[in-house]
């Protein structure tokens, strides 16, 4: 870990929420050997003592603006809609130079509204590690969630980036063994509208329908073999996280629902020509694609 980068900026770093990426992330700087003080905000007692008990923070707490008092870095942990709640709530508890940063999995509603309250003083930089499990929760937190995956980091503004406690920030992201890559809000947005929530809601769509199906006696689950349990892996995750997502990106997520519409509508009227063909192909191109930029 790069000592003097990080730990003279961020001695203290306050977690605000600790389920899946919270955890994860505490878990994954205690791994990457970093000395500082990690604290964590959770409302349930149960999960403050076994973020305590894992490893996750040092110390936790039940009142998030004590939380955060003092902290150098705050991590908002939450699902979406939280966020925004806690952008204007706890900017008054924090010290002037104090990093806000999110792992929010969608970021123009984040960094609209985190521009008017951030910027002298403490600064928000808007972050999404993209990386999770199909299961969410304290229990399911892993120190290695991070390492190779992609984190994306969008500040308000492009001059952010030359600030110490992002440059920090980026060496934190690094020595947790992900690798930072920068974009604007709008272009993320429209990007994991794609990449993340399409599939998602292609997954549970296909396992709605099924259900449906062999509910009516129509289909026997026992012939289910790994390729369906693989398209619908996505299946398990939970609504509660996905609402907030499709309330703050329902643009870009109808847009990327009407292309797959149009795309399945040319398959079916291929199925007995050559044109299917064209579709394999470039699906093979694709794959092809992502090895290179893996």
């Known amino acids: 870990m790069e000592t003097i980068k990080i730990e003279i900026h961020f001695r203290r770093v306050a977690i605000v929420g600790l389920g899946l990426l919270g955890g994860s992330l ?53 699902p979406v809609a939280v966020i925004l709640d806690h952008l204007p709530n706890l900017q008054p508890h ?44 304290l229990e399911n937190a892993d120190a290695r969630l991070f390492e190779n995956a992609r984190y994306v980091l969008t500040p308000t503004k492009p001059e952010d980036l030359n600030d110490h406690r992002v440059q920090a920030f980026r060496a934190l992201v690094t020595a947790i063994g992900a690798r930072p890559f920068i974009s604007d809000p709008a272009s993320h947005d429209m990007a994991v509208a794609y990449l993340s929530h399409l599939p998602q809601l292609l997954s549970s769509g296909l396992a709605s329908l099924i259900d449906e199906k062999h509910a009516a006696k129509d289909l ?31 643009e870009n997520i109808q847009m990327a629902l009407d292309a797959l519409i149009q795309k399945l509508e040319s398959i079916k009227m291929h199925l007995g020509d050559r044109e299917l063909e064209r579709e394999f192909l470039a ?3 694709l794959r092809d694609k992502l090895r290179e930029v893996s």
């Open 283 to 285: 699906a093979h191109h």
């Open 220 to 250: 026997m689950l026992e012939v289910a073999a790994s390729g369906f349990r693989d398209v619908t892996r996505l299946a398990d995750s939970p609504y509660s996280v996905w609402r907030d997502i499709c309330l703050t990106n329902t």
């Open 26 to 78: 505490g878990l994954a700087l205690k791994k990457a050997g970093f000395t500082g003080r990690i604290v964590g905000y959770a409302r349930r007692d149960e999960t403050r003592k076994q973020a305590i008990g894992a490893g996750a923070v040092d110390e936790g707490f039940a009142d998030v603006a004590e939380a955060v008092s003092g902290a150098d870095l705050v991590v908002l942990a939450t």
């Open 94 to 137: 924090l010290v002037a130079h104090a990093l806000i940063t999110d792992v929010g999995s969608t970021k123009r509603r984040i960094c609209t509204l985190a521009a008017q309250f951030y910027g002298r003083g403490p600064l928000f930089l808007g972050g999404h590690p993209m990386a999770g499990k199909e299961r969410s929760g």
